[in-house]
C-alpha cells in the first residue's frame, strides 16, 4: 500500500522559510516521482515541483522556481520542499503526491497524472 504523509507546515510570517516533509512508503516502482502540489482556498490545485527518485532530476513551476527547492534523501525515504522568502499568497494546503513511472508522462506538474496522494499539511504566511 503506497502511503504519503506530509509534515513541517505552520504559521509563519511573511519572509521566512519552511521546510516540508514528505515520507513515502509501499511504492512499488523504481522510475518513479514524487511532486509537490498546492492548493489556496477558492483555487484550482497548483503544481510546484517533481523529483525522480531514480535519478534526483527536478521539474519546476517556473514561476516558483527560485523560492522552492525538492530534494531527496531515498535512505530515508522522504521527499522534501524548502520553501524560502514565503508571500502571504503561499497560503495554502500543501501535497505531496506520486507518479510512475515518469516516462509514461510528460507534463509532471499535471495533478491528474498522479495516483497517489498524501493528506495534505496547511502553510499559512501571515503578512
Known amino acids: 500500500e503506497v502511503q504519503l504523509v506530509e509534515s513541517g507546515g505552520g504559521l509563519v510570517q511573511a519572509g521566512g522559510s519552511l521546510k516540508l516533509s514528505c515520507a513515502a512508503s509501499?511504492?512499488?516502482?523504481?522510475?518513479?516521482?514524487i511532486g509537490w502540489f498546492r492548493q489556496a482556498p477558492g483555487k484550482a490545485r497548483e503544481g510546484i515541483a517533481c523529483?525522480?527518485?531514480?535519478?534526483?532530476?527536478?521539474y519546476y513551476a517556473n514561476s516558483l522556481k527560485g523560492r522552492f527547492t525538492i530534494s531527496s534523501d531515498n535512505a530515508k525515504n522522504t521527499v522534501y520542499l524548502q520553501m524560502n522568502t514565503l508571500r502571504p499568497e503561499d497560503t495554502g494546503v500543501y501535497y505531496c503526491?506520486?507518479?510512475?513511472?515518469?516516462?509514461?508522462?510528460?507534463?509532471?506538474?499535471?495533478?491528474?497524472?498522479?495516483?497517489?496522494w498524501g493528506q495534505g499539511t496547511q502553510v499559512t504566511v501571515s503578512s
Open positions: 503526491a506520486a507518479i510512475g513511472p515518469l516516462g509514461l508522462f510528460s507534463d509532471y506538474l499535471a495533478d491528474y497524472n498522479y495516483d497517489y
Open positions: 509501499g511504492i512499488a516502482f523504481e522510475d518513479h516521482g
Open positions: 523529483i525522480s527518485r531514480s535519478d534526483g532530476s527536478t
